[in-house]
């Protein structure tokens, strides 16, 4: 047993003292290895910045030029090749249409051209209502206001019900062409369960219901913007 005297209790304050210095000289070293394990994650997190930078920079004209050959593919669906003789893609017109039936603000139009005249437009229209949310569509419409096609270029209809819009699944959206606001009453605007001029699909009458009414808005957004949008000459 040792005795507390009062050499055994100046080594149990030097042991104790000893302790702690370790201790201390511990906390440093961990300090320094925390300023040093930050640094490191600073430095990778920056690296990983970069690098997402250079890939996106890298990979934005591809998908630029990706997303015009879409383009180019739907507009060649409803602007008949022998209408013109520009490039279609160029230039389109902006339209503003705030509180229109296209759903965007402004409408991008793009203008099919024969020796500088202006023979048809083609535009985006959403159309509202769809059982899943709105559809995109692309509408190709020539000088008097008669649809030339319309494609549905996106949708979340359900497969097997709605998105027999499509036309790799049926041949429903064909229907369109040919109509205009002249030949087709406001009351035709409609499927034929309400009393309109267009089927709608067995157990699926909310996604035909909201593509004619996008279609009809779309024609109703043409004839409000066609004078000028003939008349244009750049
Ligand atoms: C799971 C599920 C998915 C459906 N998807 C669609 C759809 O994509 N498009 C559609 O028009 N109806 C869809 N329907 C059916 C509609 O709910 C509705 O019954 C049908 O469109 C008939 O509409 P109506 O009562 O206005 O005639 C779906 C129903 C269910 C249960």
Redesign the pocket.
């Known amino acids: 047993m040792i005795v507390p005297n009062r050499e055994n209790l100046r080594r149990l304050a030097g042991d104790q003292w000893q302790k702690l210095r370790r201790q201390f000289d511990d906390l440093e070293a961990l300090r320094r290895r925390l300023d040093y394990q930050t640094y490191l994650l600073a430095a990778c997190a920056l690296i990983a910045s970069l690098l997402l930078g250079i890939g996106d920079l890298a990979t934005q004209g591809a998908i630029a030029r990706r997303q015009a050959e879409d383009l180019r593919a739907t507009l060649g669906q409803v602007l008949p090749p022998a209408l013109y003789d520009n490039d279609v893609l160029s230039n389109p017109k902006l339209i503003s249409s705030a509180g229109e039936a296209t759903g965007f603000d402004p409408t991008e139009v793009y203008l099919a051209k024969k020796d500088g005249e202006v023979t048809a437009a083609a535009f985006k229209v959403l159309a509202s209502g769809?059982?899943?949310g709105p559809l995109t569509l692309m509408l190709g419409v020539d000088r008097d206001g008669h649809i030339l096609g319309v494609r549905v270029i996106a949708h979340a209809?359900?497969p097997g019900?709605?998105?027999k819009v499509e036309t790799a699944k049926s041949d429903w959206i064909l229907k369109f062409t040919g109509r205009s606001l002249d030949n087709t009453s406001p009351q035709g605007w409609r499927v034929k369960?309400d009393g309109g001029d267009f089927d709608?699909?067995a157990?699926?009458?909310?996604?035909?219901?909201?593509v004619v009414g996008g279609v009809q808005g779309g024609l109703k957004f043409f004839e409000r913007h066609r004078q000028a949008l003939l008349a244009a000459t750049d």
Do not use: M, V
Request: aromatic share 10%.
């Open positions: 769809g059982y899943a209809e359900t019900l709605g998105d369960k709608q699909f157990g699926a009458t909310i996604t035909p219901r909201a």
